[in-house]
Nanobody, 119 residues
Framework: QVQLQESGPGLVKPSQTLSLTCTVS??????????WAWIRQPPGKGLEWIGY???????SYSPSLKSRTSISTDTSKNQFTLQLSSVTPEDTAVYYC???????????WGQGTQVTVSS
């Protein structure tokens, strides 16, 4: 069964780049029909989709975050990475990585990791 785990710094200073890695086990990020997504949940708010990357490297980002967001893969490590630049305290949230099967909508989520933007 596929497992996803987020990792990266829990504290980022304003104006810096937030960088998180999702390590996938029990499945390959190169498998067709899956896309690999990042989602976040600010405190007291709902889930917000950030973007995704497919097995082929095609990406899609939330319009509100696109200018600051980059998602990439490292197939040799079976990982995909989120980079969010120029962060502010408004970017403080629990960040999740997830996998979705495009043909059915079935999905798997990581446990989430807290990221706080503060000086």
């Amino acid at each position: 069964q596929v497992q996803l785990q987020e990792s990266g710094p829990g504290l980022v200073k304003p104006s810096q780049t937030l960088s998180l890695t999702c390590t996938v086990s029990g499945g390959s990020i190169t498998t067709v029909d899956y896309f690999w997504a990042w989602i976040r949940q600010p405190p007291g708010k709902g889930l917000e989709w950030i973007g995704y990357i497919t097995y082929s490297g095609s990406t899609s980002y939330s319009p509100s975050l696109k200018s600051r967001t980059s998602i990439s893969t490292d197939t040799s490590k079976n990982q995909f990475t989120l980079q969010l630049s120029s962060v502010t305290p408004e970017d403080t949230a629990v960040y999740y990585c997830a996998r979705r099967l495009s043909t059915t909508g079935a999905d798997s989520w990581g446990q989430g990791t807290q990221v706080t933007v503060s000086s």
